[in-house]
């Protein structure tokens, strides 16, 4: 069994990289800090293989994709990403681009490669790390709030094609509230 993390060098994907450890997956962890990526040796319990991408990039979403996929990827983890704070008017374009490309064209690029691969077995696991940032408007943060909303609209689309055509695949979303992280 292997799941496929990004954004695993900490916070939600750090943990979420543990404990599919700890139920037996071998994981391949992704994210743009190789050294803390390192780190996962010593919480890994299964074989650990680590990708130091930046996901930003699709053309670097379509590479990975291409170089796991004949690695038999039960469980698609999309997790990277990353937000801002400030007035919109005020706030940098290149950044807001930036987590854009990240937390919306990558999450969508690697959903569909991989899901056409699940349809294809009739088996597989997708889980879209969202927010409940992705349900309001959000002060300070339209950006990554709306991303967010990207998020939850496309999971919850694929969740209703799954139930329908009654397939094994699965795809999911997790809602997170406020926790620790790097913004």
Known sequence: MKAL????SSGIGRDIA???SKLGYDIIAVAR???KLEELKEEIQTKLEIIALDLED?????QL??????????????NAGFGDFGEFIETDLKKEISMINTNITALHVLTKLFLQDMYKKDRGYILNVASIAGFMPGPLMATYYSTK???????????????????????????????????
Do not use: H, Q, W
């Open 65 to 78: 994709y291409k170089t796991i996929k004949t690695k038999n990827i039960e469980v698609l983890i999309n």
């Open 149 to 183: 909303a990207y998020v939850v609209r496309l999971t919850r689309k694929y969740i209703y094609r799954t139930k329908k055509e009654k397939i094994k695949s699965k795809y999911k979303r997790i809602m997170s509230r406020s926790c620790k992280n790097k913004f």
């Open 33 to 35: 800090d190789g050294t």
């Open 18 to 20: 543990i404990y599919l």
């Open 58 to 62: 699709p053309e670097s979403c379509e």
């Open 5 to 8: 993390v990004t954004g695993a």
